[in-house]
């Protein structure tokens, strides 16, 4: 394998004893496998449709109690903002609120860029909420944690389980779904689509029309189906950010099979049936765009209240 592109495919438990005492957790990315947005709601929010799964490419969350009931953020990798507009900070004073609770000393490692719709900051909530529920012994149910997941974000539900699944309403309703154990490969330019600029572009677009894809054919090898699925924030989104459409136009012409935006941009993804196959396209393309290039799979956690609960 080439050494200018990088493989995340190790498997990592959602859960584990950090090696400092405390809990490890492990918050997987997502691709919108398909993507479809009707007009804008009287709630301010867009209808959609979308097919989506979890990605072996994860944030690293940290977690361990504190004496003095304050609740700390430490950020490492790509950058967090401010401690105070973070969801992960955010997460955990939420839960906090109303509970006599010890505090938490929380450390994330970002790996998943940020704009890059692929729901690293949402995965970060809902790994949070899952940890300190464990870490300070509130034994509240999956079921329960939706209510804070969902007032901190719309995706952030989802990241609760299960995964993969079909996400409607503004996403909150979720439908577990069969995908067959996906490669693919995702690339990562270094470019970030503001999605409020994107959904505003998109408004202004005239309205797609397709009809929506039977998640039933997931089942089948994606070479049977990727070139079925569809994103329609794809065209707001390279006009709001063309050097993401030239980006997306060059992949287009040198790949062999469909190249996909998830979310509002600004990663795209190529899905394949095996890993032979994603190694392969990533070899097809220039230097330059293979240093952009990570080989993921399919996460295969279907819901984080499968996971063993780990004490250190």
């Not at 007032?151 to 503004?170: A, C, N």
């Not at 039977?214 to 070139?227: F, K, M, N, V, Y």
């Amino acid at each position: 394998m080439s050494d200018s592109f990088r493989e995340n495919t190790v498997y990592m438990p959602p859960k584990q004893a950090s090696p400092e005492g405390g809990l490890r957790l492990y918050a997987p990315a997502k691709i919108n496998l398909s993507l479809r947005v009707g007009p804008r709601r009287e709630d301010g929010f867009h209808a959609v449709d979308s097919l989506v799964a979890g990605i072996t490419l994860y944030d690293q969350i940290d977690l361990h109690a504190r004496e003095d009931g304050k609740i700390t953020l430490a950020c490492e990798g790509f950058p967090c903002g401010p401690a105070e507009d973070n969801l992960v900070y955010r997460a955990a004073k939420l839960l906090a609120e109303g509970r006599s609770v010890a505090g938490a000393e929380i450390r994330l490692v970002k790996n998943i860029p940020p704009g890059g719709g692929l729901g690293g900051g949402s995965s970060d909530a809902a790994c949070t909420l899952a940890g300190l529920n464990d870490l300070w012994n509130l034994n509240l149910s999956n079921e329960a944690l939706r209510e804070p997941a969902g007032r901190l974000g719309s995706d952030v539900p989802m990241f609760l389980g299960p995964l993969p699944s079909r996400m409607t309403g503004r996403g909150e309703i979720l439908e577990p779904i069969d995908v067959f154990a996906f490669w693919a490969a995702l690339i990562l330019p270094a470019l970030n689509c503001s999605t409020r600029d994107v959904y505003r572009a998109f408004d202004a677009l005239p309205a797609p029309r397709d009809e929506p894809l039977d998640s039933a054919i997931l089942t089948q090898p994606p070479s049977q189906w990727r070139s079925r699925l569809v994103n329609h924030l794809a065209p707001a989104a390279f006009a709001v950010c063309p050097p993401l459409g030239e980006l997306h136009g060059r992949l287009a012409k040198l790949l062999p099979a469909p190249v996909h935006l998830t979310g509002s941009g600004s990663s795209l993804f190529v899905l394949c049936d095996d890993r032979d196959e994603a190694e392969r396209l990533v070899r097809a393309v220039p230097a330059d765009l293979q240093k952009l290039c990570t080989i993921v799979r399919q996460n295969s956690w279907t819901d984080r209240g499968d996971s063993e609960k780990i004490r250190p």
